[in-house]
């Protein structure tokens, strides 16, 4: 079974301070691991994939695999940047193929 | 720019009454998907579609939900009859066919059962 765990449901920060969303997973196989994000008043959509490896709105993710981690990063937050995060997980085959578990969420507020 | 169209966006409804929910994917997406979002928690899937086949539908409560894209185009969930502990958001999305392909979700219906 997959699953996906966001140990915090809400996180406050001021505008310019770094910030850390985490995420835990579990996965027997080789997983895609998403950030994806809802602004107020917008719909759920992409942030970041793993696969990737880019950076979007200045956030990064790195998998860690030992840690089974893809926590998601940004060094100087901006007021914009809140919003609801999901963190979620891809299973690569199977009955699972491109099914998305995501984590309960986090909201971020930046506070100026 | 395309998006996934949902209707309605909200419903109220008294239990034991039939409510239908209904999902326009971006054109091209072979990959249809409902989440059912209950309030404080991240979206749970209940079915999954490739063109007009169900490949995933694992998580569907099958005794009072049904869902089909006929034509392998746009799509309808049922609830019937609905039950207080559906109230949720029901949120659709596509995407193109594979794991690592973005999901693209709509604005979601607002359900609740009174």
């Known amino acids: 079974a997959q699953r996906v765990t966001q140990p915090e449901k809400l996180l406050s920060v001021f505008k310019g301070a770094p910030v850390e969303l985490k995420c835990n997973y579990s996965?027997?196989?080789?997983?895609?691991l998403f950030w994806y994000v809802q602004y107020s008043r917008q719909r759920l959509q992409l942030l970041l994939r793993?696969?990737s490896r880019e950076s979007i709105k200045g956030f990064t993710a790195d998998l860690n695999k030992g840690e089974t981690s893809f926590h998601l990063k940004k060094p100087f937050a901006q007021e914009e940047d809140s919003a609801m995060y999901y963190c979620?997980?891809?299973?690569?085959?199977?009955?699972?193929?491109?099914?998305?578990?995501f984590g309960q969420g986090t909201i971020l507020t930046v506070h100026p | 720019e395309a998006e996934v169209a949902q209707s309605p966006r909200y419903k109220i409804t008294e239990k034991s009454q039939a409510v239908a929910f209904w999902c326009d994917p971006i054109?091209?997406?072979?990959?249809l998907y409902w989440y059912r979002q209950i309030l404080g928690q991240g979206p749970e899937l209940l079915v999954q579609?490739?063109?007009?086949?169900?490949?995933?539908d694992s998580q569907l409560p099958k005794d009072r939900f049904s869902a089909e894209r006929l034509k392998g185009v746009d799509s309808t969930l049922k609830i019937q009859p609905a039950e207080l502990g559906d109230s949720a958001m029901y949120l659709c999305?596509?995407?193109?066919?594979?794991?690592?392909?973005?999901?693209?979700f709509g604005p979601g219906t607002r359900l609740t059962v009174t």
């Open positions: 793993h696969i």
């Open positions: 999305a596509s995407s193109l066919w594979g794991p690592s392909y973005e999901q693209y």
């Open positions: 054109s091209g997406h072979a990959t």
């Open positions: 579609f490739q063109d007009e086949s169900v490949v995933d």
């Open positions: 996965y027997s196989g080789s997983p895609e």
């Open positions: 979620a997980l891809s299973g690569g085959g199977g009955t699972s193929y491109g099914k998305l578990t």
